[in-house]
Every structure is written in C-alpha cells, then in structure tokens.
T-cell receptor
Framework: DQQVKQNSPSLSVQEGRISILNCDYT??????FLWYKKYPAEGPTFLISISSIKDKNEDGRFTVFLNKSAKHLSLHIVPSQPGDSAVYFCAARDAGGTSYGKLTFGQGTILTVHP | KAGVTQTPRYLIKTRGQQVTLSCSPI?????VSWYQQTPGQGLQFLFE???????NKGNFPGRFSGRQFSNSRSEMNVSTLELGDSALYLC????????????FGPGTRLTVT
C-alpha cells in the first residue's frame, strides 16, 4: 500500500527553466509534507516543508504547493541549475494514532538539469 | 553541530550471517529512525526509537531489530541475512516531540553475497 507516490521516475529540464516535481498521497491523516534532495553516496537533505493547513510555502528558488482536495503536492524549482540535479523525495508525516510522527516517503524522482 | 554519523559506511556479508549497524544522532536529538533504500523502492521505513523506546515500526520481518541507548545512539541488527537485504541503510534523527524535520546520515551500504 503506497501511501505516497511519485509517479515520474525521472525529469529532465534545461538550465534556467522551471522544474516541477509531483507527489500524490492517499492518507488524510498526514499533517506535514516535506521534500528532500539526495545526491549519490550521501543521505537525503531536507529542502522545504508545508503544513497541511497551508497551500503554498516558498523558500528562495523552491516553492511547494499543496492541493488537499486532490491529495497532491508539487515542488517548483525556478530557475533550475545544474547543481539541482539529484534524486528528490517527497515525504509525509502521519498525525494519526499509533503511527504519529512516522514519515512515509515516495519512490523518488531523478531530476537532471542540463547546462 | 556535528551531523548524524553512521558506521560502518560499507559492509559486505555472506547470506545467513548477521550484521549490526550503528547511528549517532545530532546532539540533543532524541528520536532516531531507520530506513532501507533500494532502487525503485524509495525509502522504506524500518522503525523509530524515541527515548530508548520503539515508537513506530514498519512492515519488515522480525529479522530486523533495533535498539536505542540512553545517549540516543541507536543500533540496527539484521539476522540471517538474505540476498534481498542488500541496500543502503539510512538513519535519521530529529528533536522528537512535535518536530517533523529529520536529518539523515550518509548511510551504510550493505552488500549480501
């Protein structure tokens, strides 16, 4: 049962353009959503988060949008840079019952930004 | 502040053996979570420890176990290793309580032959 899904295994964009990474979820008990970036041979690093009571959060070049009715979130990177090339994971925190605090991750999307 | 450290970084074991991985969280962090990463599967949650107690558990067989010590350091043990256990094992720490941001270590790459 995949509660958090990233349906695009990979995304390729040109430097300077917008990168849009998507994530869908099924559990209505998630209260926070997070995006992590991972380079090879390193652990994931936290990028940006959004509370379930918000619909947008912005931090520099990174913006996360949340559509609760569609159970969908997206990460926008503008402008994209070659250094952004990495695997991006979305994650959701469970606010319900015995699973409180548990993070569930998607499968990841490989972003490649071409110079 | 030092980050999350994991030892060893690389490990090669034979099927049937057991292995213990170690994780030292960021100073002051009381929650440690463990994940398994395999190609195409993303990060699969193993378990979380908070103040020496297992707070959450994922859907892994009983061969996977863990513990946390009073200084918040955590160990993960896998017994009777199978070829399918080959993966990157990541641990992450957080402040616990209502804190939701997790900070990851570099991982331990386990290869089972």
């Amino acid at each position: 049962d995949q509660q958090v899904k990233q349906n695009s295994p990979s995304l390729s964009v040109q430097e300077g353009r917008i990168s849009i990474l998507n994530c869908d979820y099924t559990n209505s008990m998630f209260d926070y959503f997070l995006w992590y970036k991972k380079y090879p041979a390193e652990g994931p690093t936290f990028l940006i988060s959004i509370s379930s009571i918000k619909d947008k959060n912005e931090d520099g070049r990174f913006t996360v949008f949340l559509n609760k009715s569609a159970k969908h979130l997206s990460l926008h990177i503008v402008p994209s840079q070659p250094g952004d090339s990495a695997v991006y994971f979305c994650a959701a925190r469970d606010a319900g019952g015995t699973s409180y605090g548990k993070l569930t991750f998607g499968q990841g999307t490989i972003l490649t930004v071409h110079p | 502040k030092a980050g999350v450290t994991q030892t060893p970084r690389y490990l090669i074991k034979t099927r049937g053996q057991q292995v213990t991985l170690s994780c030292s969280p960021i100073s002051g962090h009381r929650s440690v979570s463990w994940y398994q990463q395999t190609p195409g599967q993303g990060l699969q949650f193993l378990f979380e420890y908070f103040s020496e107690t297992q707070r959450n558990k994922g859907n892994f067989p009983g061969r996977f176990s863990g513990r946390q010590f009073s200084n918040s350091r955590s160990e993960m043990n896998v017994s009777t290793l199978e070829l399918g256990d080959s993966a990157l094992y990541l641990c992450a720490s957080s402040g616990g309580g209502n804190s939701y941001e997790q900070y990851f270590g570099p991982g331990t790459r386990l290869t089972v032959t």
